[in-house]
Nanobody, 127 residues
Framework: VQLQASGGGLVQAGGSLRLSCATS????????MGWFRQAPGKEREFVAA????????YYADSVKGRFTISRHNAKNTVYLQMNSLKPEDTAVYYC?????????????????????WGQGTLVTVSS
């Protein structure tokens, strides 16, 4: 399973960025996909995810209303549109794929159990 993340960069607070995660058709149609982030000195945390079982996007409370996860089926790509960015959003963002099951991977251990990860893309939000 290969996941190719892109789209990070430097942006001022209040600005926007869109991250992309491209993968194969097989991965895209077989696994749930999500975005996670890791700030310096912190554990990796859940940001947003799509679950195929209910075709519903899910968000961490910290990004709800500002970030939107979407997917382009023909391109086998998942996006994360990030608006109203804040300095605390600064982190390396990772896309991931696995079968999340009934419970989203929001705990540290559940995140560690995810099998497939992209390489990460750095998002820096300046104040």
């Amino acid at each position: 399973v290969q996941l190719q993340a892109s789209g990070g960069g430097l942006v001022q607070a209040g600005g926007s960025l869109r991250l992309s995660c491209a993968t194969s058709e097989r991965t895209f149609s077989s696994y749930d996909m999500g975005w996670f982030r890791q700030a310096p000195g912190k554990e990796r945390e859940f940001v947003a995810a799509f679950r195929w079982s209910d075709d519903t996007p899910y968000y961490a409370d910290s990004v709800k209303g500002r970030f939107t996860i979407s997917r382009h089926n023909a391109k086998n790509t998942v996006y994360l549109q990030m608006n109203s960015l804040k300095p605390e959003d600064t982190a390396v963002y990772y896309c991931a794929a696995d079968r999340f099951g009934d419970r989203l991977p929001t705990t540290t251990q559940a995140i560690r159990d995810i099998r497939y990860w992209g390489q990460g893309t750095l998002v820096t939000v300046s104040s």
